[in-house]
């Protein structure tokens, strides 16, 4: 056996090395996560790079909102806007923000012509009328500013990417949105075959175009979609959406070409978009059809110029003469809020600066096919040098060679990068280390025997109790995170600030510590992973590490027991005369990425993704709804309902996010027959509510109290409906919009 004992770490090395091959070839979720993480930090060591001087950005800021008036404006003074700007000589001015419904603000103006009308028909008068309606119509306009501009103007618009986005449309409605769009298609097509079409992916079911008095005044538009990663962070954009049999440009790209006067000549394969040239400029794009970002730096790396200043002539004209003029909204709470490698909140008017930048000055970063050749030949490169060396040193000799060869790495990687080439980080890093620790994790068994081994480093690396389910069920659990279908669970105690102003620090930790471990022990008792505390609140999950069968309805169960062991408590309190806690909780169903999160020296079993966030959401709308088991959508439909009496309490937006989500309450198990009286009343109210019919839906509120004096959401609805009957909203299709966060 001792004589096979120098062939184990050549083996080891190879086995890592066909598993990282392997890997990278199909992909593993985590590790592709990584790999993108990197690609942030690669841009952040760079830094700030200088910018095509040649592209500004004119933007509605706070300060034009300030002398300008609250967004949105009247269209006149995008009129205005665009006539400064070809006065003062800018080359080609871009939209990043639609006119997709007509201007409302001049409406009231021609009610009150039509007024007058009715009652004056002196001599002179109707055509004075006639001439101050068309002066009011700021459409017309805006359209008459675009039609007259010296400067190339590109409108932008967005597709629905299927048809649920666009179930507001009619046929014939779709059909005009397509017709305002169609000058703005690629004209330079190549299909390298008949089918060639077919291979690409991204279908549009239909545009929401500008409206035509305007979209017919100029020939150029592009979508202003962008399509985020797995994490949200948005480093590509799509070169091409399919509508039918016509393919369609992005407002950064067309702008570009127009800006060059040169044409987009696209060739399409069997595979997808083979290749893509603006004029003698070729735009490398991955198979998928995605232009990579390279960006200059984070906001304001462009120079942004306020509006109200180029309206008001408040700027030189050198500064637009000949310039690439990109036109949005930066203002808070008005402006297109994207993640990007530098920031969480980057405003997408400069994301379509950055691609232009790229286009006009050719560096835009590629991924060729052979780089593929290159990362894997890296893998098996680094296997074969680590599998010779490692068995013949000594361990710490050992270590350098394996830091050199990690390092190495990356100084190429991010040398490359800055050439614009992107090389694939993770997955030869992580086969260098499987291997370093594989081998050095063999000689040190061979040495010391495989228990220790395992005791030491696994407790050195993980945490007791998870150190505990990896030795007795090591294939549920993946070292470094895994995507699992979760219940995240988070929970508040309401009011605690207030009760702990009125504790002695003793008093309040004997409280928080007797609140803690009797809610903890009912999550444990249902298979639950408590994930962390942070002050009252409690963090946890169901359905990781272990399997659970039905993890959604486990959790619900579990959030009943709670609240009946913590009513309990109350009593028990009050007859101390203790401050009695009620603990509102949120709860969300869905895919989260769960594992190992943290330092090398410290690391915490966890979970992350947007299942976690909108559970975190979830428990502070609690307090708008007087509600203390709330539940998202996707949490009911993973339930047996005959089970438990819940009821859908609102559709709301919340703060970051576009999709409006429907929230429920989790009441208690289905024999509580007055609870469910109430439900019924409630769920009439809620339906006379989204027909706007509010005197209605508050008398079915007010019945539901009835059943149930204490019922917060009916009490919140009510008020809410009253509200509305004095001030109704002025756009409405039954979502509450909750501004702040909770």
């Known amino acids: 056996m001792k004589k096979y004992t120098k062939?184990?770490?050549?083996?080891?090395?190879l086995t890592a090395v066909l598993i990282g091959v392997l890997a990278y070839a199909y992909g593993v979720p985590f590790l592709d996560l990584m790999e993108l993480r990197t690609v942030d930090l690669r841009f952040i060591s760079i830094g700030k790079q200088a910018p095509d001087p040649n592209i500004v950005m004119a933007v509605i800021d706070e300060k034009s909102i300030a002398r300008e008036g609250k967004w949105i404006w009247p269209r006149s003074k995008i009129a205005k806007l665009i006539r400064e700007l070809s006065q003062a000589g800018a080359k080609v001015i871009a939209f990043d923000i639609g006119f997709l419904e007509p201007d409302q603000s001049k409406q009231h103006v021609f009610q009150v012509i039509n007024q007058i009308k009715d009652k004056f028909q002196q001599d002179g008068t109707q055509a004075f009328l006639d001439n101050?309606?068309?002066?009011?119509?700021?459409?017309?306009?805006?359209?008459?500013a675009i039609r007259d501009s010296k400067a190339k103007v590109v409108l932008g618009y967005f597709f629905h990417i299927n048809k649920e986005e666009a179930a507001g449309l009619t046929n014939e409605e779709r059909q005009i949105h397509i017709e305002n769009i169609s000058s703005s298609k690629y004209k330079l097509l190549q299909l390298d075959s008949p089918e060639a079409l077919k291979s690409l992916k991204l279908e549009a079911y239909a545009p929401q175009s500008n409206?035509?008095?305007?979209?017919?005044q100029t020939p150029f538009?592009?979508?202003?979609?962008?399509?985020?990663?797995?994490?949200?962070?948005?480093?590509?954009?799509?070169a091409v959406i399919k509508l039918g049999d016509s393919l369609y440009p992005p407002l950064s790209l067309l702008t570009a070409s127009i800006a060059l006067n040169a044409n987009i000549l696209l060739r399409?394969?069997?595979?997808?978009?083979?290749?893509?040239?603006?004029?003698?400029?070729?735009?490398?794009?991955?198979?998928?059809?995605?232009?990579?970002?390279?960006?200059?730096?984070?906001?304001?790396?462009?120079?942004?110029?306020?509006?109200?200043?180029?309206?008001?002539r408040n700027v030189s004209p050198d500064k637009l003469k000949d310039k690439i003029v990109l036109v949005g909204a930066t203002a808070i709470a008005i402006y297109d809020l994207r993640v990007t490698p530098f920031a969480n909140e980057f405003p997408g008017l400069e994301i379509h600066a950055n691609?232009?930048?790229?286009?006009?000055?050719?560096?835009?970063?590629?991924?060729?096919?052979?780089?593929?050749?290159?990362?894997?030949m890296a893998m098996i490169s680094f296997g074969i040098l680590l599998g010779l060396i490692l068995p013949r040193v000594e361990a710490l000799s050992g270590f350098i060679v394996t830091a050199g060869i990690f390092s190495g790495h990356i100084l190429i990687c991010q040398y490359l990068f800055q050439k614009g080439l992107v090389l694939n980080l993770v997955y030869p890093l992580v086969i260098t280390l499987l291997i370093y620790v594989g081998i050095t994790a063999y000689r040190y068994v061979t040495e010391s025997g495989q228990k220790k081994f395992i005791r030491e480093a696994f407790s050195h690396y993980l945490a007791p109790s998870v150190v505990k389910q990896l030795i007795e069920s090591p294939e549920k659990l993946i070292l470094g995170g895994e995507e699992r279908n979760i219940t995240a669970f988070f929970s508040d105690v309401q009011s605690f600030t207030s009760i702990s102003e009125k504790l002695s620090p003793h008093d309040l930790v004997h409280l928080l510590n007797e609140f803690l471990t009797e809610m903890t022990d009912v999550i444990l008792k249902y298979e639950?992973?408590?994930?962390?505390?942070?002050?009252?609140?409690?963090?946890?999950?169901?359905?990781?590490?272990?399997?659970?069968?039905n993890h959604a309805e486990i959790a619900c169960m579990a959030c009943i027991d709670m609240q009946?062991?913590?009513?309990?408590?109350?009593?028990?309190?009050?007859?101390?005369?203790?401050?009695e806690l009620k603990m509102r909780i949120g709860l969300c169903t869905g895919p989260a990425v769960v594992g190992n999160m943290g330092s090398k020296s410290r690391m915490d079993y966890t979970m992350m993704g947007d299942t976690v966030n909108t559970a975190a959401r979830l428990e502070g709308v609690n307090k708008l709804y007087g509600t203390y088991i709330m539940m998202s959508e996707s949490t009911l439909q993973a339930i047996d309902k005959a089970k438990f009496i819940t009821r859908e309490l609102d559709a709301i937006y919340v703060v970051g996010k576009q999709i409006p989500i429907t929230i429920y309450q989790l009441i208690g198990y289905a024999d509580d027959n007055l609870a469910r009286e109430a439900v019924l009343q409630y769920e009439k109210g809620l339906a006379a509510y989204r027909r706007q019919q509010w005197d209605e839906s508050a008398a079915f509120f007010n019945a539901a109290l009835n059943l149930l004096p204490e019922d917060g959401p009916s009490r919140a609805m009510a008020e809410r409906c009253q509200k509305f009957k004095l001030n109704p909203p002025p756009e409405w299709n039954g979502v509450f919009n909750i501004k702040d966060k909770i």
Not at 132 to 144: G, H, R, T, V
Not at 211 to 216: R, Y
Not at 564 to 579: F, Q, T
Request: negative net charge; charged residues 30%; aromatic residues 8%.
């Open 564 to 579: 009946k062991r913590l009513a309990l408590l109350r009593e028990r309190w009050k007859s101390e005369g203790r401050p």
């Open 355 to 376: 691609i232009i930048d790229n286009i006009l000055n050719d560096r835009i970063l590629h991924r060729p096919d052979w780089m593929a050749i290159f990362d894997v």
């Open 7 to 13: 062939f184990y770490p050549m083996l080891i090395s």
């Open 221 to 238: 538009a592009g979508y202003f979609n962008m399509m985020p990663d797995k994490d949200g962070v948005v480093r590509s954009i799509p």
């Open 268 to 312: 399409v394969d069997h595979i997808g978009l083979k290749s893509l040239k603006v004029g003698n400029i070729s735009v490398p794009t991955d198979e998928s059809g995605r232009i990579l970002i390279n960006y200059r730096g984070g906001e304001k790396t462009f120079p942004h110029i306020p509006v109200t200043d180029i309206m008001n």
């Open 132 to 144: 101050l309606k068309k002066e009011s119509d700021y459409d017309n306009m805006l359209a008459e």
């Open 528 to 549: 639950g992973t408590v994930d962390k505390f942070e002050g009252d609140a409690i963090i946890a999950f169901f359905g990781a590490p272990n399997d659970l069968g």
């Open 211 to 216: 409206i035509s008095d305007i979209a017919k």
